[in-house]
């Protein structure tokens, strides 16, 4: 059918926040001047009956379409998303096969996703005008407190209402200049709400391998960087070292941190260093209106640094001067669903773009970045030295098999512990399991409590008499007896955090004992509040998850005890043994930060584990090389390319009959080679998830560009596929299996 070409003046060509991989052209709405109309701004559209905000990002002049619908609405003046950022997120949308509405949406606050008006948020502006600009210093010595605000306007520029009421300059002050026509107000950009107040503190003095890397990072031009230190070698200061001389050129600063990363410390001591500056944090826990307030001051360039989440990548910096990525072997970087992107991959295609350094830094580096830094992709520092007077703790192993464990501690272990608290320091136990047990047996018949729509065991929480799923949030009230025969002989099998707290309350009872998980800190807030008393210095038992392991820095802890390191180096995931070995480093980094030396107690049932082995002795960087040299027999990532094609569905039939279609479409394509290999469909390592059947096809490649191809010809077909109750998704360098 030869359909007939619509042109026109403007026709708008809009990101859509719908699951398919195309832009959609519209007219513009009835009414608007098409020369108002630019890239970047919102538009209310209709699609299918409803009514969506899509995203502008072309303007043309001849459309395919056969007849085109004209918008609804325009919603912004000015673009929100300028050149540069669209640009980013086109790409993206393209690399990770997402469609490109989604892609947008994922990058606007929730706010602004649902069409409120971004100059809802704008600020008021105090200016000096041209009389107040060519007052004499001296002209209002009569009237202290309009000299103050004039000098603040004098040395500062204009100032917001927020601001200045922060700073506590009053309306009538105020009114009291814009009477004598020294000063008048405007509107302009939104400022980020306030962060909590903390002290000025001045920086100390960089020691001297801080001034190398510091060295090595240029602000006028793209690098990549892998900054590799050990946990408080004083990374930290050198982010804040090139943040200050990013603002000092007049640019914004992005600071990407993992999700626990964010807590209220990481922003004092950030607001700390930089008071007077304009400070965005984006992340979770901010109400709606301020996380759309935080925004906008970035996208608008008001803000000079922005802290944020993995999704705080896709905001527009207009002034960006640099990306740095903190502990960027976290897996909170990469998106698990909607778009999977990579954040700390995306910071290295942003700070290409826009021409300013990206420094990755780690204690324990994901073996992505290790392995580009090792083959000369990134330039490569290191900080070896702790900073100030901490030292490197002692590590050492506890066998466990064959010895009396208390509910799964060694005696020598539980003396330590004893002695640490009795010497008024600190103990941190880690525990990677939260709940009182991980499940519930019948000690007659072996009936297991098994999550309903999961495959996976329920996790027994005894405070709330519950048994939880932690996969897919499921919970029910704790049985008292067996549903199959009715023994009332019900046993926790294995341990987690609450069952530990209760023996440790119970064996050191003169201590306070501090749990950490996330049952226990279900606000950021609630973190901080926890961990108080800890870092008043006070002797105390802190016991928690991972939750505990990154980012804080307790001077007063001198011993770390990792309850159980065995769990990563047996699994079906071949990416199992890096995590575990991230995290049993960055446990073991709690130890000695301060100025008292910090030991750390591994226990293992398997302490001759040559991997254990090498970790322990040599360290994190020894170990991931090694396990890069595996990958590369293996030929898994970062060696390879990797995507995973995923599919799931109630029934798993279905699910496995459209991956082998699925596989048989991109092998007629690329058919497998010794460079292109595929795998599956297989079930994933969670094989059913809230009643979902879950199974996927992996692909293989030697070079990243001979996946894209595939992935679209998979997607293109996937589109039209009829089956409502399947769910899939394409997932580019996949992380989880
Ligand atoms: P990291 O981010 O690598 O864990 P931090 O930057 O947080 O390390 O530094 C650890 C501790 O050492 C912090 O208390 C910090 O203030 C301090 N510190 C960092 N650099 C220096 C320095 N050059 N001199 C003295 N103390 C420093
Ligand atoms: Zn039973
Ligand atoms: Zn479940």
């Known amino acids: 059918m030869q359909q007939q070409a619509v042109k026109h003046s403007v026709i708008l060509r809009l990101a859509v926040p719908v699951p398919l991989r195309r832009l959609f052209d519209y007219l513009p709405p009835e009414g608007v001047d098409s020369a108002a109309v630019a890239p970047g701004q919102r538009f209310w559209v209709p699609f299918g009956g409803r009514k969506l905000v899509a995203v502008l990002v072309d303007v043309v002049s001849e459309s395919p379409l056969a007849e085109l619908k004209p918008a609804l609405e325009q919603i912004d003046r000015e673009p929100l998303f300028d050149r540069r950022s669209r640009d980013f997120l086109n790409w993206a949308a393209g690399y990770y096969q997402a469609p490109a509405g989604e892609i947008y949406a994922a990058a606007l606050p929730a706010a602004l996703r649902k069409g409120k008006p971004a100059d809802h948020w704008a600020e008021q502006w105090l200016e000096l005008t041209t009389d107040g600009k060519g007052l004499p210093e001296t002209a209002l010595a009569r009237a202290p407190k309009q000299q103050s605000l004039l000098q603040l306007l004098l040395s500062r520029g204009r100032q917001s209402r927020t601001q200045l009421k922060a700073l506590g300059h009053s309306s009538t002050i105020v009114r009291a200049l814009a009477e004598r026509g020294l000063v008048e107000w405007s509107a302009g950009p939104t ?364 001077p007063r802890v001198t011993l770390v005890v990792i309850q159980d390191a065995d769990g990563g180096l047996f699994s079906a995931d071949f990416r199992a043994a890096e995590r575990t070995g991230q995290l049993l480093e960055q446990v073991a980094g709690r130890a000695g930060r301060g100025d008292l030396a910090g030991r750390v107690l591994v226990q293992s049932r398997y302490p001759e584990h040559p991997l254990l082995q090498l970790l322990l002795e040599k360290g994190y960087g020894a170990y991931a090389r090694q396990l890069l040299r595996d990958r590369a027999v293996a030929q898994l990532p970062p060696l390879r390319a990797m995507a995973l094609v995923r599919a799931e569905c109630e029934e798993p039939r279905w699910a496995e009959e459209f991956l082998q279609q699925a596989r048989a479409q991109m092998q007629a394509l690329a058919p497998p080679s010794p460079e292109l290999q595929y795998l599956g469909p297989v079930p994933a390592l969670l094989e059913r998830k809230s009643g979902r059947f879950r199974f996927y096809v992996q692909i293989t490649a030697e070079k990243r560009g001979q996946l894209q191809p595939l992935l679209a010809r998979f997607c293109q077909w996937a589109e039209g596929y009829k089956n409502r109750r399947l769910r899939w998704a394409v997932d580019m360098d996949a992380q989880e299996l």
């Open 191 to 554: 400022v980020p709400p306030p962060l909590p107040p903390a002290e000025p503190t001045p920086p100390p003095e960089l020691n001297e391998e801080q001034r190398q890397v510091l060295a090595a990072v240029a602000t006028d031009r793209f690098s990549a960087t892998l900054l590799e230190g050990t946990t408080g070698s004083g990374k930290t200061e050198v982010y804040l070292r090139l943040m200050a001389q990013v603002l000092a050129g007049g640019r914004q600063a992005l600071l990407l941190v993992p999700e626990i990363g964010l807590t209220p410390q990481t922003l004092r001591r950030i607001a700390a260093r930089f008071p007077g500056h304009s400070i965005a944090a984006l992340h979770s826990g901010l109400a709606e209106g301020e996380r759309a307030q935080a925004w906008l001051s970035a996208a608008a360039g008001q803000a000079d640094i922005v802290i944020g989440t993995r999704s705080a990548i896709l905001t527009p910096l207009p002034r960006l001067g640099a990306v740095i990525v903190d502990e960027e072997h976290d897996g909170s970087f990469k998106q698990q669903d909607g778009v999977r992107y990579s954040a700390r991959d995306l910071a290295v295609v942003l700070g290409r773009n826009a021409g300013v350094p990206v420094l990755l830094g780690s204690a324990t580096p994901s073996l992505e970045s290790l392995h580009n830094a090792l083959s000369g992709r990134y330039q490569h520092l290191r900080l070896r030295q702790r900073a100030g007077n901490a030292r490197p703790p002692q590590i050492h192993v506890v066998p466990t098999l064959g010895q009396p464990l208390q509910e799964g501690f060694a005696p020598q272990v539980l003396r330590h512990i004893g002695e640490t608290l009795a010497r008024g320091e600190q103990a941190l136990v880690f525990i990677n399991r939260r709940g009182f047990a991980p499940a519930l047996a019948c000690d007659d018949c072996g009936w297991l409590a098994d999550c309903p729509y999961c495959s996976s065991k329920l996790t027994m929480h005894r405070r709330q008499r519950q048994l939880r799923c932690h996969h897919c949030d499921y919970r029910r009230p704790l049985l008292d007896s067996c549903p199959q025969c009715h023994s009332r002989s019900l046993s926790a099998l294995g341990g987690g955090t609450e069952r530990s707290e209760d023996f440790l309350t119970h064996t050191f009872r003169d201590f306070p004992v501090i749990r950490v998980d996330r049952d226990t800190t279900a606000s950021k807030q609630a973190l901080d509040r926890l961990l108080a008393p800890a870092r008043d210095g006070k002797p105390c038992l802190l016991l928690g998850t991972q939750m505990l392991a990154k980012g804080h820095h307790l």
